[in-house]
C-alpha cells in the first residue's frame, strides 16, 4: 500500500514515520526547508522515537518528504494532518484544510487513483461534511463514495508519547461519509495493528469530530478543575491536592488521570480547541460557559502561581527568580500556549529578575522571550544565586534536584513547586518549601 500524508507537523509526522514502518509513505509540506531537512534525516521537534523511526523509514527508502503532491497521486489512503489554528476571535481557521483539500482534489483530479482520504486535522463538528467533502468533490470534479472515500478520523496522540501513541492507541474513531470508506479504512487500520489493533468506534463524522473535541475539552476541564480545588487546598493547613486527587482518583468514575494540579494547561491543543469547541457551541445556540471558565482558570494560574511565590517571599521587586521549564509540558521542546510564559510575563511586571532553564526548549524560549530574560546552560547554574526557584515543567532532571542542592546553591532558597514535583514531606523540612496545592501550617482560610 502507499500513504500519503499532508502535513508535516506534529501529528503529520508522527503519522507518516509510523505508517512508514509498513507501507511506502509520502509526506507533503509545503514548507520547502522542512522536507529538505527532513529527507536529510533532521527531525524539527524533540519526540521520543522520532528520530530513530525516521532514520529507519529513509534508511528502507519507505519514507520521502516532498514540497509538492505529486508524490502522493498513487497513494492508496491520504491522510490530512494539517494545522487549525485559532483565529483571532477563538473559532478555527480552516485556511490549512481548505489548502490540502485543493491540493489533494487535484490529485485525484489527475486520476491515477482514487484514494481513501482520512482527515485527522482536529475540527470543528460539521467541517468533514460541510467543508472537507465539498472541497474535494469541486477540485477533483468527483464524487465522494465512487471518485474516492472519506472518512473522519480524528488523532489522540500526546507530545511527548506520540509514537507510542501511534503505534499503540486507546482507540480508532472512524466517521465515514460514505459506505465504501468505513470498509477500506477497517480494512487499513486492521492491516496496519494487526493483533494488536485498538478497539473501533465508528459513528457519524459530526460524533467523531466531537468525540475528539469532547475528550480535550473534558481533560482541559479535569486539570482546571483540580487547579480549583488546588486553590482551596492552599486555604487549609497541610492540605495536599495530591492526596485530594488520588482519592477522588480511587473512584473508577472518575479515574486517577489528568488530575495533576500545577501552572495549567498549555500546549497547542487544549486552549485552541477548547477556544474553537465553546466557539461552535455558541453558533449553534448552546451556552459554553463551562469551557469559558475553564479557560479563564488556566488563563488565571500562572499568576496564581506568582502570588505563591510572592506571598512566600514577600515580594519578588529586585529579586533573582529562577524558572525551571519552559516547554508545555516535559519531554518536549515545544512552547506554545506554555504557562510559563504569561508566568514570566507576570514575573517580569511585578519586578523580579528573571532567569530561565529547561532541557531542550531554550531554542524556542529565546526566539519568544528575547532579551527579557537570562538564559543559563542547566538548572544548578539557574538556581545558582537565586532568590526563589519556581519549576514550571516535570523535567526527570530537575526532580533530581535535592533540597541540599536548592540550599547550597541559592542565595535565600524558597522553592516554589508548581508541578508538585517534590515530596513536601521531605523538602518543607529543609528549606523554605511552597507548592501549588498545599496547604502550609499556619495557613487559614
Ligand atoms: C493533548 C491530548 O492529551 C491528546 O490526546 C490530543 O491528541 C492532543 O492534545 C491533541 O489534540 O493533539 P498534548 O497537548 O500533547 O495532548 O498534552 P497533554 O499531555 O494532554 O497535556 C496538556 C496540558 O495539560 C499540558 O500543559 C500538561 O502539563 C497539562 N496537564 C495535563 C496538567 O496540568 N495536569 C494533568 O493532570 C494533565
Redesign the pocket.
Given at each position: 500500500m502507499k500513504v500519503g500524508v499532508v502535513g508535516v507537523g506534529?501529528?503529520g509526522l508522527s503519522t507518516a514515520v509510523c505508517m512508514a514502518t509498513k507501507h511506502r509513505t509520502v509526506a507533503v509540506d509545503l514548507n520547502e526547508a522542512r522536507v529538505a531537512s527532513l529527507n536529510a534525516g533532521k527531525v524539527p521537534i524533540h519526540e521520543k522515537g522520532l528520530q530513530s523511526l525516521l532514520d529507519k523509514g529513509l534508511a528502507a527508502k519507505r519514507i520521502l518528504f516532498s514540497p509538492s503532491t505529486e508524490g502522493i497521486e498513487d497513494a492508496d489512503v491520504v491522510f490530512i494532518a494539517v494545522g487549525t489554528p485559532s483565529s483571532s476571535d477563538g473559532s478555527i481557521d480552516l485556511s490549512q484544510v481548505r489548502g490540502a483539500c485543493a491540493a489533494i482534489g487535484g490529485v485525484i483530479k489527475r486520476g491515477k487513483a482514487d484514494p481513501l482520504v482520512l482527515m485527522k486535522s482536529?475540527a470543528v463538528p460539521g467541517t468533514a461534511r460541510g467543508v472537507v467533502k465539498p472541497l474535494l468533490e469541486q477540485t477533483s470534479g468527483r464524487q465522494c463514495g465512487t471518485g474516492f472515500g472519506l472518512c473522519s478520523n480524528p488523532?489522540?496522540?500526546?507530545?511527548?508519547t506520540?509514537i507510542k501513541?501511534t503505534l499503540d492507541p486507546d482507540r480508532i474513531v472512524l466517521g465515514p461519509l460514505d459506505g465504501l470508506s468505513l470498509r477500506l479504512a477497517g480494512k487499513f487500520f486492521k492491516g496496519f495493528y494487526g493483533k494488536r489493533s485498538p478497539p473501533f468506534l465508528v459513528t457519524t463524522p459530526e460524533g467523531a469530530e466531537l468525540v475528539?473535541y469532547g475528550?480535550?475539552a473534558l481533560?482541559?476541564t479535569?486539570?482546571s478543575f483540580?487547579?480549583l480545588i488546588a486553590g482551596l487546598c492552599e486555604r487549609f493547613p497541610r492540605t495536599d491536592v495530591d492526596d485530594v486527587a488520588r482519592g477522588m482518583g480511587m473512584d473508577h468514575r472518575i479515574g486517577p488521570?489528568?488530575?495533576?494540579?500545577?501552572?495549567?494547561?498549555?500546549?497547542?491543543?487544549?486552549p485552541k480547541?477548547v477556544r474553537a469547541f465553546a466557539r461552535s457551541i455558541r453558533d449553534a445556540g448552546l451556552d459554553p460557559s463551562v469551557l469559558e471558565r475553564v479557560l479563564a482558570l488556566n488563563e488565571a494560574q500562572p499568576h496564581h502561581v506568582v502570588q505563591v511565590a510572592e506571598k512566600a517571599s514577600n515580594s519578588l521587586r529586585g529579586k533573582e527568580v529562577a524558572v525551571l521549564g519552559l516547554a508545555?509540558?516535559a519531554d518536549?521542546d515545544d512552547i506554545r500556549e506554555?504557562?510559563s510564559i504569561p508566568l514570566i510575563q507576570r514575573l517580569l511586571e511585578v519586578g523580579g529578575n528573571v532567569r530561565v532553564y529547561d532541557p531542550v526548549a531554550m531554542p524556542a524560549a529565546k526566539a519568544a522571550l528575547a532579551s527579557r530574560v537570562v538564559y543559563c546552560s542547566s538548572a544548578r547554574e539557574c538556581i545558582k544565586g537565586a532568590d526563589v526557584a519556581i519549576v514550571m515543567t516535570?523535567w526527570r532532571q530537575f526532580k533530581s534536584l535535592k533540597p541540599g542542592d536548592y540550599l547550597e546553591l541559592m542565595r535565600s532558597p524558597v522553592l516554589v513547586d508548581a508541578r508538585r514535583i517534590y515530596d513536601p514531606r521531605t523538602y518543607a523540612k529543609k528549606l523554605k518549601y511552597v507548592a501549588v496545592g498545599l496547604g502550609m501550617e499556619g495557613t487559614s482560610a
Amino acid at each position: 500500500m502507499k500513504v500519503g500524508v499532508v502535513g508535516v507537523g506534529y501529528v503529520g509526522l508522527s503519522t507518516a514515520v509510523c505508517m512508514a514502518t509498513k507501507h511506502r509513505t509520502v509526506a507533503v509540506d509545503l514548507n520547502e526547508a522542512r522536507v529538505a531537512s527532513l529527507n536529510a534525516g533532521k527531525v524539527p521537534i524533540h519526540e521520543k522515537g522520532l528520530q530513530s523511526l525516521l532514520d529507519k523509514g529513509l534508511a528502507a527508502k519507505r519514507i520521502l518528504f516532498s514540497p509538492s503532491t505529486e508524490g502522493i497521486e498513487d497513494a492508496d489512503v491520504v491522510f490530512i494532518a494539517v494545522g487549525t489554528p485559532s483565529s483571532s476571535d477563538g473559532s478555527i481557521d480552516l485556511s490549512q484544510v481548505r489548502g490540502a483539500c485543493a491540493a489533494i482534489g487535484g490529485v485525484i483530479k489527475r486520476g491515477k487513483a482514487d484514494p481513501l482520504v482520512l482527515m485527522k486535522s482536529t475540527a470543528v463538528p460539521g467541517t468533514a461534511r460541510g467543508v472537507v467533502k465539498p472541497l474535494l468533490e469541486q477540485t477533483s470534479g468527483r464524487q465522494c463514495g465512487t471518485g474516492f472515500g472519506l472518512c473522519s478520523n480524528p488523532e489522540f496522540l500526546r507530545e511527548g508519547t506520540a509514537i507510542k501513541d501511534t503505534l499503540d492507541p486507546d482507540r480508532i474513531v472512524l466517521g465515514p461519509l460514505d459506505g465504501l470508506s468505513l470498509r477500506l479504512a477497517g480494512k487499513f487500520f486492521k492491516g496496519f495493528y494487526g493483533k494488536r489493533s485498538p478497539p473501533f468506534l465508528v459513528t457519524t463524522p459530526e460524533g467523531a469530530e466531537l468525540v475528539k473535541y469532547g475528550s480535550n475539552a473534558l481533560l482541559a476541564t479535569k486539570v482546571s478543575f483540580i487547579n480549583l480545588i488546588a486553590g482551596l487546598c492552599e486555604r487549609f493547613p497541610r492540605t495536599d491536592v495530591d492526596d485530594v486527587a488520588r482519592g477522588m482518583g480511587m473512584d473508577h468514575r472518575i479515574g486517577p488521570h489528568f488530575l495533576q494540579a500545577g501552572p495549567g494547561f498549555g500546549g497547542s491543543c487544549f486552549p485552541k480547541d477548547v477556544r474553537a469547541f465553546a466557539r461552535s457551541i455558541r453558533d449553534a445556540g448552546l451556552d459554553p460557559s463551562v469551557l469559558e471558565r475553564v479557560l479563564a482558570l488556566n488563563e488565571a494560574q500562572p499568576h496564581h502561581v506568582v502570588q505563591v511565590a510572592e506571598k512566600a517571599s514577600n515580594s519578588l521587586r529586585g529579586k533573582e527568580v529562577a524558572v525551571l521549564g519552559l516547554a508545555f509540558k516535559a519531554d518536549t521542546d515545544d512552547i506554545r500556549e506554555s504557562r510559563s510564559i504569561p508566568l514570566i510575563q507576570r514575573l517580569l511586571e511585578v519586578g523580579g529578575n528573571v532567569r530561565v532553564y529547561d532541557p531542550v526548549a531554550m531554542p524556542a524560549a529565546k526566539a519568544a522571550l528575547a532579551s527579557r530574560v537570562v538564559y543559563c546552560s542547566s538548572a544548578r547554574e539557574c538556581i545558582k544565586g537565586a532568590d526563589v526557584a519556581i519549576v514550571m515543567t516535570a523535567w526527570r532532571q530537575f526532580k533530581s534536584l535535592k533540597p541540599g542542592d536548592y540550599l547550597e546553591l541559592m542565595r535565600s532558597p524558597v522553592l516554589v513547586d508548581a508541578r508538585r514535583i517534590y515530596d513536601p514531606r521531605t523538602y518543607a523540612k529543609k528549606l523554605k518549601y511552597v507548592a501549588v496545592g498545599l496547604g502550609m501550617e499556619g495557613t487559614s482560610a
